[in-house]
């Protein structure tokens, strides 16, 4: 075995020092390195949420549009079912009174004739 002398002890710790010195600048490289890309992260991080957040506003609008036309759709379906009820409604009513109405018409088609000499006989007594 070599025997360890107080030189040789001196001279290892004088190159650990020396690597140990190295060895710190190159961490302090990197951590400048790693504090530049952090901060390009966060750069783009933000650009990136300011997008975000306008298109969020922007899909906001979307939807309030979407629920106002969805309102404005329900009133329209609302007043057409209303709507819908007052022709069914009328509808029923010609088919009670659909005989009356051709007797109607009957009547007047048979007196059409004598509608017609009385109006030519009543223009004639006023002239």
Known sequence: MSKVTL???QQGLEF???RLE???AKLEFLGTKLDSFQD???TRFNAVETRFDR???RLDKVENKLDEH???L???NSKLTEHGQLLGSIQGKLIEHDDLLHLIADTVSRHD???TYLKRSLRHQRA
């Open 55 to 57: 298109v969020d506003q």
């Open 70 to 72: 969805s309102e404005a």
């Open 74 to 76: 329900t009133t329209i």
């Open 40 to 42: 390009k992260v966060e």
């Open 16 to 18: 650990l020092g020396t």
């Open 7 to 9: 030189g040789s002890l």
């Open 113 to 115: 004739d004598d509608l």
């Open 22 to 24: 190295s060895l710190g």
